[in-house]
């Protein structure tokens, strides 16, 4: 029942805004500029670029939260772990990159899951370069992972994202794993002296 | 319907930007308000305000969870002489107003305030940052003129 829900409100953000659309090569372009200057600049030292990737997505998601709850119209806070997964993939990356990953892979406790995406509007034509090395040590999509940690670190959740597999690995699907770690205490006001 | 004043606290907590709409004292005005020595008594300082009203909002918005649940929402209080009516997003970022006794429901009026001003203005401006210590990158032009006539608008 949620996940109809979840669904209706990505679609129906969809058509109540005529959302201004970008063109898809110009993101991809960009994404994968910003991808090459990481690896020129930290002498593809993939592990390096991999963070550095998180880092910037980091902080685009500390600001896009904002933007999604605006656009989302959501009033109420999500009541469990599992809603949340729902919403980032139906309405979140549905009005962002007009994607919906799967949700699959649930451990029993509720707090791990992985997002399989059938498409990757970042990694259309990108080939990953043949040293023997970016193939085994470069997430391309790794942004992704920092924007998830950062826009849910601000509605309170502490997560930890990372990729395990990509199809330009080589992999059979691009998954993503995401865990809880700890919901966010609301933060005091000081003591008055 | 008469605006006061108006308040934004971040999720540390902080006051990172007020505005009052008081009544003008302005030269050009033929009729200042009887009574009083001018304006100086009115505000003995904003920042002890800022603080009191978000003691009290936090508290009391913690008060209703505890009774009505967490879905419950604390959405305004009435004085004899004001309305404080509150609003909280889902990122923590709370928005204060203090109306006339007589003004209806503001919750609509701070959630446009809130998409429609703080998203576009200040969150969507890329150089202004993340965190707003000491209200950095709130005050800009847009964000001043936009609220300003926003509110002055509905009164």
Known sequence: MASSKASRLGEEYLERTRMDKVNAELVVLTYGTIVVQLCKDFDSDYVEVNKQLDKMGYNIGLRLIEDYLAKSNTVRRCSNFRETAEMIAKVGFKIFLNITPTITNWTSDGKQFSLVFDENPFADFVELPDDGRAQDELWYSNILCGVLRGALEMVQMQVEAHFVSDVLRGNDTTEMRISLIRYIDDELPPEDD | ?155
Request: charge should be neutral; charged fraction near 20%; include cysteine.
């Open chain 2, 1 to 155: 319907m008469v605006v006061y004043s108006f308040y934004i606290f971040d999720r540390h907590t902080e006051c990172i930007y007020s505005k009052t709409w008081l009544p003008s004292f302005s030269s050009a005005d033929p009729s200042p308000p009887a009574g009083g020595g001018g304006g100086t008594t009115l505000r003995a300082s904003t920042a002890d305000d800022a603080k009191l009203i978000f003691g009290t909002v936090f508290s009391l918005r913690n008060m209703v969870r505890k009774l009505g649940g967490d879905n419950d929402a604390f959405v305004s209080y009435r004085t004899a002489h004001y309305k404080l009516h509150f609003y909280e997003t889902a990122s923590s970022l709370r928005l204060v107003m203090l109306t006339d006794t007589a003004t209806l429901s503001m919750r609509n009026v701070l959630h446009q305030i809130y998409i429609n001003l703080w998203v576009e203005y200040v969150v969507k401006n890329p150089l202004s940052p993340v965190e707003h210590k000491g209200g950095a990158g709130v005050r800009n032009e847009m964000f001043e003129m936009g609220l300003d006539q926003f509110v002055r608008g509905l009164m």
